[in-house]
Nanobody
Framework: VQLVESGGGSVQTGGSLRLSCAPS????????MAWFRQSPCKERKGVAA???????AYTDSVKGRFTISKDNAKDTMYLDTKSLKPEDTGMYFC??????????????????WGQGTQVTVS
């Protein structure tokens, strides 16, 4: 299984980005998928998750600003971000959950990870 993220970059406060996650070896429709963020000297934290039944979950700090979605036909997951703040800065990782498990934002529920894409907000 390989997860490949793209779409990160440097933006000004208030800007927006669309992150994409394209997996190989699994289908986004068959697994819980999520985005995690890790900042320097901080733990990896769940930002948004989407279950197999399309139920979504968000950490409080991004509610109303970030939207997680997936396109089963393209087998791709997305994170649409807007009104970005400096505290959103970090490496964003795509993750796929354990087979047959409905996962939320707990990283222990995920066993496949991408290499990350950097988001910098200044």
């Amino acid at each position: 299984v390989q997860l490949v993220e793209s779409g990160g970059g440097s933006v000004q406060t208030g800007g927006s980005l669309r992150l994409s996650c394209a997996p190989s070896g699994l289908s986004v429709s068959d697994f819980s998928m999520a985005w995690f963020r890790q900042s320097p000297c901080k733990e990896r934290k769940g930002v948004a998750a989407i279950r197999r039944d399309d139920l979504t979950a968000y950490t409080d700090s991004v509610k109303g600003r970030f939207t997680i979605s997936k396109d089963n036909a393209k087998d791709t997951m997305y994170l649409d971000t807007k009104s970005l703040k400096p505290e959103d800065t970090g490496m964003y990782f795509c993750a796929a959950g354990l087979p047959g498990v409905d996962c939320g934002l707990d990283p222990r529920c995920y066993n496949a990870w991408g290499q990350g894409t950097q988001v910098t907000v200044s």
